[in-house]
């Protein structure tokens, strides 16, 4: 009896001094910005709504977003912001890959690391973590492929465009008309021009190409919430023929008129895969110090449609 209370004493003052050295403790809480273009646009409500889970999932991990409005003065200003309340981190999708420089610098001045997401900035000297994001300019090359075989090779196609200076607008449209030039040359794109990734504006963008009596076989949108737009538009066309659609995103809204045939197809990036990632990095570089090996890693993005809808991560159980 007295081997075993001896025993438990001893058990119980390593156990004390473990938490002395805080070897058993919970790990001290972080807190990381989360800045993204606008939470008015699915695609990033999607993606905050993924880092918050997995903010849960690593634990005492306090996840703070501010929402740019689609505005790059906003977003600088709202970096500023996170720089005063000293977060230990910063989750980045910036607007634009140059205007956001400044802030990134000054990131870099007050010592908090950065990570990107989906988006791009491009400029020298920069020192940011690392950049995890889909491949869009592969993107762009599947969906001008499977556009291209659906028209058996020939047509004509209505390209809607992301927001200028945005890297994805730009990385989507290089991929697409790369292909249609090399690998499908009788098939042109008879009308581009930017909707700014809403679906109001790529609505409009559509109205107004219908009006003017352009012939078109296919639109290519480089995103789902300016396809979704532009479908609602070519509903309202009384007698028009019926044309091939694509988008770019994989959000809900999509998915469902992909699955009920109003929709052809859209590309599947993962946003939830690259948030996850991108945040896993951060926090475990904020905890032990470790760097990725890699300063990019990309995530190779799906063409979805009727027949594969289950691949999409948003369908994934």
Same mark, same amino acid.
């Given at each position: 009896?007295?081997?075993?209370?001896?025993?438990?004493?001893?058990?119980?003052?390593?156990?004390?001094?473990?938490?002395?050295?805080?070897?058993?403790?919970?790990?001290?809480?972080?807190?990381?910005?989360?800045?993204?273009?606008?939470?008015?646009?699915?695609?990033?409500?999607?993606?905050?709504?993924?880092?918050?889970?997995?903010?849960?999932?690593?634990?005492?991990?306090?996840?703070?977003?501010?929402?740019?409005?689609?505005?790059?003065?906003?977003?600088?200003?709202?970096?500023?912001?996170?720089?005063?309340?000293?977060?230990?981190?910063?989750?980045?999708?910036?607007?634009?890959?140059?205007?956001?420089?400044?802030?990134?610098?000054?990131?870099?001045?007050?010592?908090?690391?950065?990570?990107?997401?989906?988006?791009?900035?491009?400029?020298?000297?920069?020192?940011?973590?690392?950049?995890?994001?889909?491949?869009?300019?592969?993107?762009?090359?599947?969906?001008?492929?499977?556009?291209?075989?659906?028209?058996?090779?020939?047509?004509?196609?209505?390209?809607?465009?992301?927001?200028?200076?945005?890297?994805?607008?730009? *990385?989507?449209?290089? @991929?697409?008309? %790369?292909? $249609? !030039?090399?690998?499908?040359?009788?098939? =042109? /794109?008879?009308?581009?021009?930017?909707?700014?990734?809403?679906?109001?504006?790529?609505?409009?963008?559509?109205?107004?190409?219908?009006?003017?009596?352009?012939?078109?076989?296919?639109?290519?949108?480089?995103?789902? *919430?300016?396809?979704? @737009?532009?479908? %609602?538009? $070519? !509903?309202?066309?009384?007698?028009?023929? =019926? /044309?091939?659609?694509?988008?770019?995103?994989?959000?809900?809204?999509?998915?469902?008129?992909?699955?009920?045939?109003?929709?052809?197809?859209?590309?599947?990036?993962?946003?939830?895969?690259?948030?996850?990632?991108?945040?896993?990095?951060?926090?475990?570089?904020?905890?032990?110090?470790?760097?990725?090996?890699?300063?990019?890693?990309?995530?190779?993005?799906?063409?979805?449609?009727?027949?594969?809808?289950?691949?999409?991560?948003?369908?994934?159980?």
């Amino acid at each position: 009896m007295v081997r075993r209370i001896m025993l438990a004493l001893v058990i119980g003052v390593l156990f004390v001094g473990l938490l002395g050295t805080g070897s058993l403790a919970a790990p001290k809480e972080l807190t990381i910005g989360l800045s993204v273009p606008s939470l008015s646009f699915t695609w990033f409500s999607f993606l905050k709504g993924a880092v918050e889970a997995e903010a849960r999932k690593l634990g005492n991990v306090k996840i703070i977003t501010v929402d740019a409005e689609n505005k790059t003065s906003k977003q600088m200003s709202d970096i500023e912001d996170l720089i005063v309340k000293k977060v230990d981190a910063v989750l980045l999708v910036p607007i634009e890959v140059k205007a956001l420089i400044p802030a990134v610098e000054d990131l870099n001045r007050a010592k908090i690391p950065v990570a990107t997401v989906d988006r791009r900035i491009e400029g020298s000297g920069l020192d940011i973590l690392v950049h995890v994001g889909a491949d869009n300019v592969e993107g762009g090359r599947q969906a001008a492929r499977y556009i291209g075989k659906l028209l058996n090779g020939k047509g004509n196609v209505v390209e809607i465009e992301g927001t200028p200076g945005s890297s994805p607008a730009r *990385d989507r449209g290089k @991929g697409f008309n %790369e292909v $249609l !030039k090399n690998e499908f040359p009788n098939i =042109k /794109v008879v009308f581009r021009q930017p909707a700014d990734f809403r679906r109001a504006d790529g609505m409009n963008l559509m109205e107004n190409i219908i009006q003017s009596g352009k012939d078109f076989d296919a639109v290519f949108a480089h995103n789902d *919430d300016m396809i979704l @737009g532009a479908l %609602e538009a $070519l !509903k309202a066309r009384a007698g028009g023929k =019926k /044309v091939i659609t694509m988008g770019f995103d994989a959000i809900e809204d999509a998915l469902n008129a992909v699955e009920d045939g109003t929709l052809n197809g859209t590309i599947e990036q993962f946003p939830g895969k690259q948030a996850a990632t991108a945040l896993d990095i951060l926090v475990e570089y904020l905890r032990t110090g470790k760097a990725p090996s890699s300063k990019t890693i990309w995530i190779q993005p799906k063409v979805i449609t009727k027949a594969n809808l289950d691949d999409a991560e948003k369908r994934l159980k």
